[in-house]
């Protein structure tokens, strides 16, 4: 028997659960979003997305602060819990889950390498964030950072505390 598509597993588990998501996407570019409507039935659980690639996206559309964006830059643990919190809020989901990244090839700082990718999740009582630093192509580091986001919230909504 094999494993069944991540997208496939994070839409049974919020169905079971009853709760509802929405996305914020900036590396990625939308990829999260159509892995996730590929999946008949999807709009049960998955309310939507923004794609916020610029600043002024994230700070209009998903209300990033603009001291965050400008102190701490667009990939940091902090725009991408704010990018989360601000999808959550904006499509009135119970998760918001976020992703943004450095896709290369170009971009790269030495404290912020091509390939380094934030993705965090916001909830009720729930904010974590984590991050990754990937290697490989541009379209490698897009397709790596939207598989880990759904592994990241699959692992927390997967968890005892998310079933509470």
Same mark, same amino acid.
Do not use: N
């Given at each position: 028997?094999?494993?069944?598509?991540?997208?496939?597993?994070? $839409?049974?588990?919020?169905?079971?659960?009853?709760?509802?998501?929405?996305?914020?996407?900036?590396?990625?570019?939308?990829?999260?979003?159509?892995?996730?409507?590929? @999946?008949?039935?999807?709009?049960?659980?998955?309310?939507?997305?923004?794609?916020?690639?610029?600043?002024?996206?994230?700070?209009?559309?998903?209300?990033?602060?603009?001291?965050? *964006?400008?102190?701490?830059?667009?990939?940091?643990?902090?725009?991408? *819990?704010?990018?989360?919190?601000?999808?959550?809020? !904006?499509? $009135?989901?119970?998760?918001?889950? !976020?992703?943004?990244? @450095?896709?290369?090839? $170009?971009?790269?700082?030495?404290?912020?390498?091509?390939?380094?990718?934030?993705?965090?999740?916001?909830?009720?009582?729930?904010?974590?964030?984590?991050?990754?630093?990937?290697?490989?192509?541009?379209?490698?580091?897009?397709?790596?950072?939207?598989?880990?986001?759904?592994?990241?919230?699959?692992?927390? @909504?997967?968890?005892?505390?998310?079933?509470?």
């Amino acid at each position: 028997m094999t494993a069944q598509p991540l997208p496939v597993r994070v $839409g049974l588990v919020l169905r079971a659960l009853g709760r509802t998501l929405a996305l914020a996407e900036s590396c990625t570019g939308g990829l999260l979003g159509h892995w996730l409507t590929d @999946i008949p039935g999807s709009s049960e659980y998955f309310l939507g997305g923004i794609v916020a690639y610029s600043y002024d996206a994230k700070e209009r559309l998903l209300g990033v602060r603009h001291d965050t *964006l400008y102190g701490h830059g667009a990939v940091s643990r902090e725009t991408a *819990l704010e990018m989360a919190l601000g999808a959550r809020r !904006a499509l $009135g989901a119970d998760y918001g889950l !976020a992703i943004t990244g @450095i896709a290369g090839p $170009g971009g790269g700082l030495p404290d912020k390498p091509v390939g380094l990718t934030w993705m965090a999740l916001s909830g009720r009582d729930l904010e974590l964030a984590e991050s990754t630093i990937w290697s490989g192509e541009r379209a490698a580091v897009k397709h790596q950072s939207a598989e880990a986001a759904l592994t990241f919230l699959l692992r927390i @909504i997967e968890s005892p505390e998310a079933r509470a």
